[in-house]
């Protein structure tokens, strides 16, 4: 793959669609306005330069869409911007669990985790959150019916890969599916759809969390990342910021990046 | 992640429900005759957190009882006013919050703590308008004695946000 377009955006009203992969540069973007840039306009990294660590930010996107393997293969490194030996040096946490197995087993894990960190106390219930949300998108896909729920029965034996790791600045959790199912399309509509239309109005009876997780997970983060290998696996990283208050963290805007073979 | 309890104590025509734990794809909510209850008062003091499947079982254990008794929230964590402000009926039309908990954070020695704030004291709403009567600084809320005078405790919320729901 060749080197990624990058589009300066000022003015979401001026944007027009892009080619697949396309990386966005804007600034101060509102949460709602960077899906509608992935959803309308078809850019798969929105990059915002009063966003956290922006450099770095430019630098996955770039990775992302030209090296898919290397996110999927390294989310942690990658998001980081780190060398072998940097992220051998910071604390991180790998737990790798087959869908059927109680999840409560990885979330007191993380937990735990949290407790040993400095300055992520004001994003613990945030993080704890998305961890939860996270890893039963994953496991549920090895459900039918497709969700974690009593009496679900397992019909798609796989694993699910739990993983954290913060650099002082960021708190990055993701996890890693063997199923590669995830539909870009699906998640950023579900998404797009609370915006729209609220979290109660976007509830469906009888689906699961009816796909306000996504929604949850992408209003508490400061940074989304997703990629797929179709048919083989997932992952779906968060960047949290750390050594800031939530009010501050809060105020940050918001970046995406997506990416699938 | 904690196994979700409630503790049921009925007082004549009210009922005390306390909950505790995770709010999630395996909660089971009490089945209450609300038709028996005038009032049911709900203690969320030890609700550890909910997610996005916890979210909907509430919704739909919450509305037809609502439509029948009026509800009291009383020790509302931050993991539960979240979703006030984010989950139209999630607090229901004929309900009130008695106390709920706020967030304080200090930068400088990177502790958190949460403070009851019980409405009509620590915080009063009217008229759409919130007034916040509580002093950081007299109530020394930092568990860090030997620190407490260089603590610099903030409330760490957007105000406009996290007191949505009592201009309502």
Redesign the interface.
Same mark, same amino acid.
């Not at chain 1, 969700?147 to 009593?150: T, Y």
């Not at chain 1, 609220?198 to 109005?201: R, V």
């Not at chain 1, 699961?208 to 997780?213: E, L, M, N, Q």
């Not at chain 1, 050594?243 to 009010?247: H, P, Q, T, V």
């Given at each position: 793959m060749g080197a990624a377009r990058i589009l300066e955006i000022t003015s979401i009203d001026d944007v027009v669609s892009t080619e697949k992969g396309t990386i966005g540069v804007g600034s101060s973007l509102e949460p709602a306005d960077v899906i509608r840039l992935t959803t309308e306009h078809n850019f798969h990294h929105v990059v915002q330069k009063d966003g956290i660590s922006f450099d770095t930010e430019m630098a996955v996107a770039r990775t992302m869409s030209t090296n898919l393997n290397a996110f999927l293969d390294h989310p942690l490194q990658t998001i980081l911007g780190l060398s072998d030996v940097d992220a051998g040096h910071l604390p991180s946490l790998v737990i790798k669990a087959a869908v059927d197995e109680r999840? $409560?087993n990885t979330?007191?894990q993380f937990?735990n985790y949290l407790k040993g960190l400095?300055?992520v106390?004001?994003i613990i219930?945030e993080a704890?959150?998305i961890a939860?949300?996270l890893y039963?998108n994953g496991a549920k896909l090895g459900f039918d019916p497709a969700?974690?729920?009593?009496g679900a029965k397992l019909v798609r034996p796989g694993t699910v890969e739990f993983f954290a790791r913060t650099d002082g600045l960021r708190l990055v959790l993701g996890v890693r599916d063997s199923y590669g199912l995830l539909k870009f399309e699906q998640v950023l509509s579900r998404i797009a759809n609370c915006f729209a239309n609220?979290?109660?109005?976007s509830?469906k009876?009888g689906e699961?969390?009816?796909?306000?997780?996504s929604f949850?997970v992408f209003?508490a983060c400061v940074s989304y990342y997703a990629g797929v290998e179709r048919g083989k696996r997932s992952v779906v990283c968060v960047a949290l910021p750390v050594?800031? $208050?939530?009010?501050e963290g809060?105020?940050l805007p918001k970046n995406i990046h997506l990416a699938s073979d | 992640m904690s196994e979700f309890k409630a503790h049921e104590t009925p007082e004549g025509e009210k009922l005390r429900l306390a909950f505790e734990g995770t709010i999630d794809e395996d909660v089971v909510f009490p089945p209450v005759d609300a038709s028996k209850f005038k009032t049911i008062v709900l203690d969320l003091k030890n609700v550890k957190s909910i997610n996005s499947v916890g979210i909907r079982e509430w919704l739909n254990w919450i509305r037809p009882l609502a439509e029948k008794s009026d509800f009291v929230l009383e020790n509302c964590p931050k993991a539960v006013v979240f979703q006030f402000n984010m989950v139209e009926g999630f607090l229901p039309a004929r309900s009130t919050v008695s106390s709920f908990y706020v967030p304080f954070y200090c930068e400088k020695c990177d502790k958190e703590d949460s403070v009851l704030f019980n409405v009509g004291k620590e915080i009063k709403a009217a008229a759409g308008k919130v007034e916040i009567a509580f002093d950081v600084k007299a109530a020394a809320i930092c568990e860090d004695k030997a620190n407490a005078a260089s603590c610099e405790m903030e409330m760490d919320v957007t105000e406009a946000k996290y007191f949505q729901f009592l201009k309502r």
């Open positions: 999840k $409560s979330i007191e937990d400095s300055g106390r004001p219930d704890m959150m939860d949300e039963t969700r974690l729920s009593k609220g979290m109660a109005g509830i009876q699961g969390g009816a796909g306000i997780g949850m209003n050594g800031i $208050s939530r009010r809060n105020a | -």
